[in-house]
């Protein structure tokens, strides 16, 4: 039977088994960020003040190895990562200690005072923070989409904390036209009604993501929304003025090409062979300025969930190289996980 049909009740019990068999893999922590008044610009003098939220993260693997960080997209919470960390903390060319944070006003992270607040050089001072709250860095850091974008700012702006850069399908430059295509679906309130409705949804998204099976969009779908009493159905885990936020900077495509030039360390890109967000163009560009190992991967968009074994063996041994290189491959795809 369909994982769409039956009742909330039903849907839900169904992911908490899911959930189960990563009891124990991980921790769920958190810090106390704070937000400086310069990251407050937009907002009314009278009304700003350094304040502090907290900020929720996946802890998994052995806490004195190297250090992961795994930064997901606009709208994604931190068990996006789950078969990817759950993978790399017990890797046979070397454990990772991978942290997965929930960016703010996403998942079971607080949410800022302003909507101006939702900005990348604010996600860009809660991963600063986040690595000093962990030891002080360097550490490697993986970036999907947006988290892609943020860790790339970082790294130019912060050479000394990232140790290895990882861009899954995101690159320096992504089109206005795409940005707002995806800007103006998010910054939409939806309330999904039924198991069936969310599955539909979510399947249609995660198509762009690769061939996801039924029970893994299950997984994600369940962490990536809460039910919602005042609605009578589950919504999205976010503040959805970030999502405005979003919206509002769409209007401008992304140029990072100045903070390309100045990353100083091993660079991996993952492309989506049918992405729309980083492209043909683009990749050239980038190998012409940096040297990067770029991994193609078929039947896929914009971004690669990273739950294949082919992807997660290939990123551990990548990353247990540390090899600054031009490379250039294409990864085929794993045969299905065992269902769950």
Known sequence: MSLANGLWTDWSAAAERLDRRFAGLYQLRSFDYRQPLRLQQGVPRRLQRPYTTPVAYADWGPRDAPILICCGGVANTAMRFSFLAADLSRHPAGAWRVIAPDWLGRGQSGWLADECEYARDTYVEQLRQLIAHLGGGPVALLGSSMGGSVGLALAASNP????????????????????????????????????????????????????????????????????????????????????????????????QWQAWRRLDCPLLVLHGMQSDALLAPTLRRMQKTQDMTLVHIPQTGHTPVLFDRNQTGLLGHWLASGRREAAELSLPLAWPRQPW
């Open 160 to 255: 000394s904390l990232v140790s290895r850069l990882i861009l899954n399908d995101v690159g320096p430059h992504i089109p206005r036209a795409r940005r707002l295509k995806r800007a103006n679906t998010l910054a939409r309130h939806y309330v999904f009604r039924s198991p069936a409705d969310i599955m539909r949804r979510v399947g249609a998204s995660h198509k762009n993501d690769g061939p996801v099976p039924e029970d893994i969009r299950l997984f994600l779908a369940w962490h990536q929304t809460r039910w919602s009493r005042e609605n009578a159905g589950r919504v999205y885990r976010l503040d959805p003025r970030a999502l405005q936020a979003y919206r509002t900077d769409a209007q401008q495509a992304v140029d």
